[in-house]
C-alpha cells in the first residue's frame, strides 16, 4: 500500500474533496475487505508476475461521480506499479457500456482493488445519477435541487459532491457553517421569531434558515427579517401563496413529501429550492462492472 497518486490528490483538491480525508477512506475500505489477510481467490488462481487491463464499465445510463475516487483506490493499492486511464470526467452522462476508467498492471492489485473501488464509484454515480434525474424534471425553472444532512456517516462530503456532479447544490456541510431552525428549536426558544433572533443575536455573520409549517409562521419570519425560509410540508397552492407574501423578500425553499412527479409543478410555483433527502439517503448504486483483459 502507498499514498495515492500526486496527480490524482491535485484531482480531488480541484474538485472540493480533502485527499488525505479520501485516502483514510480509501485504505479504511481496502482494509475492510482484507480483514487483516489477505485476497485467497486471487492468491490461488492468479499466475506471480501476471500484469492485465481491468476496465470499469457502465452497466446501465447514468452520470458519473467519484472517477478519481475510484482511480484513488488502485494508486493506493498499486502504487507505481498501475496505470490509471480515467476514460469519464465526474458529470459525464454515461451511456450503458461505456467506460469510466481503465487501470492496468499487476493482476492480482486490480483484482484486490476492484471491489473498494466499484463500490464508491457505484454509490457516488448512483447519487450523481438520481439528483440529474431531478435536476432535469425542474428544467426550464429557475429553482434548483439541493441536498439535505441525511448522509452516510463519514461519507458526507463525497456524497454532497456528487450531487453537484448531478447538477444540484448542497445545503449546509455542518452545524457550524448554517443554522436550520427548525420545530425543536422553535419550541425551545418560545416561537419562530424568537428562535431567529436568538441565533442572529449569537452568530450574526452565519446564514439562518428558518423552517415554517403554516403560512402565518411564514409572516412572523418574513417581518423578522429572514433570508432563507423552508416550508414544510406545503402543498402545491400554499407554495404559491407563499412565494407571493415573500414578494423576493427571502428565498424559499420546499421539502417534505416531494416526489419526481410533482417536481415540476412545485418548482413552478416560484420557490428558489427543493430540498430532496433522497439524493443522498436513497439513491440506487449505478450498476457498474469490471471487465478484466489481457494488456496488450
Keep these: 500500500m502507498t499514498t495515492i497518486d500526486s496527480t490524482i490528490s491535485a484531482q480531488l483538491v480541484s474538485a472540493g474533496l480533502d485527499p488525505v480525508r479520501v485516502q483514510s477512506l480509501v485504505r479504511d475500505a481496502v482494509d475492510?475487505?482484507?480483514?487483516?489477510?489477505?485476497?485467497?481467490?486471487?492468491?490461488?488462481?492468479?499466475?506471480?508476475?501476471?500484469?492485465?487491463?481491468?476496465?470499469?464499465?457502465?452497466?446501465?445510463?447514468?452520470?458519473?461521480?467519484?472517477?478519481?475516487?475510484?482511480?484513488?483506490?488502485?494508486?493506493?493499492?498499486?502504487?507505481?506499479?498501475?496505470?490509471i486511464t480515467q476514460v469519464a470526467?465526474?458529470?459525464?452522462?454515461?451511456?450503458?457500456?461505456?467506460?469510466?476508467?481503465?487501470?492496468?498492471?499487476?493482476?492480482?492489485?486490480?483484482?484486490?482493488?476492484?471491489?473498494?473501488?466499484?463500490?464508491?464509484?457505484?454509490?457516488?454515480?448512483?447519487?450523481?445519477?438520481?439528483?440529474?434525474?431531478?435536476?432535469d424534471a425542474v428544467d426550464g425553472t429557475p429553482a434548483r435541487i439541493r441536498d439535505t444532512r441525511k448522509t452516510t456517516p463519514g461519507m458526507r462530503a463525497l456524497e454532497k459532491y456528487a450531487v453537484r456532479c448531478g447538477g444540484g447544490v448542497n445545503h449546509r456541510m455542518s452545524?457550524?457553517?448554517?443554522?436550520l431552525v427548525k420545530d425543536n428549536h422553535v419550541i425551545a426558544a418560545g416561537g419562530v421569531a424568537a428562535a431567529f433572533d436568538a441565533v442572529r443575536a449569537r452568530f450574526p455573520g452565519v446564514p439562518v434558515e428558518v423552517e415554517v409549517d403554516s403560512l402565518?409562521?411564514?409572516?412572523?419570519?418574513?417581518?423578522?427579517?429572514?433570508?432563507?425560509?423552508?416550508?414544510?410540508?406545503f402543498d402545491v397552492d400554499e407554495m404559491r401563496e407563499a412565494v407571493r407574501r415573500a414578494d423576493g423578500r427571502a428565498r424559499l425553499e420546499a421539502s417534505g413529501g416531494l416526489s419526481l412527479d410533482v417536481a415540476p409543478a412545485v418548482a413552478a410555483t416560484g420557490v428558489d429550492y427543493l430540498a430532496v433527502g433522497a439524493l443522498t439517503h436513497s439513491a440506487p448504486v449505478l450498476d457498474i462492472g469490471a471487465d478484466l483483459r489481457q494488456e496488450s
Design 32 to 83: 475492510e475487505d482484507l480483514d487483516g489477510g489477505v485476497d485467497v481467490t486471487t492468491v490461488a488462481t492468479v499466475p506471480p508476475g501476471q500484469r492485465a487491463v481491468l476496465d470499469l464499465v457502465a452497466r446501465r445510463p447514468g452520470v458519473a461521480a467519484g472517477v478519481p475516487v475510484s482511480a484513488a483506490v488502485f494508486s493506493y493499492v498499486g502504487g507505481d506499479a498501475v496505470t
Design 89 to 135: 470526467t465526474d458529470g459525464d452522462r454515461l451511456a450503458a457500456g461505456d467506460v469510466v476508467l481503465s487501470v492496468a498492471g499487476p493482476t492480482h492489485v486490480l483484482l484486490q482493488a476492484e471491489r473498494p473501488a466499484l463500490n464508491l464509484l457505484g454509490h457516488l454515480s448512483g447519487i450523481a445519477t438520481l439528483t440529474r434525474t431531478w435536476v
Design 216 to 233: 402565518d409562521q411564514l409572516d412572523e419570519v418574513l417581518d423578522a427579517g429572514a433570508d432563507l425560509v423552508l416550508l414544510d410540508n
Design 175 to 179: 452545524l457550524s457553517d448554517a443554522a
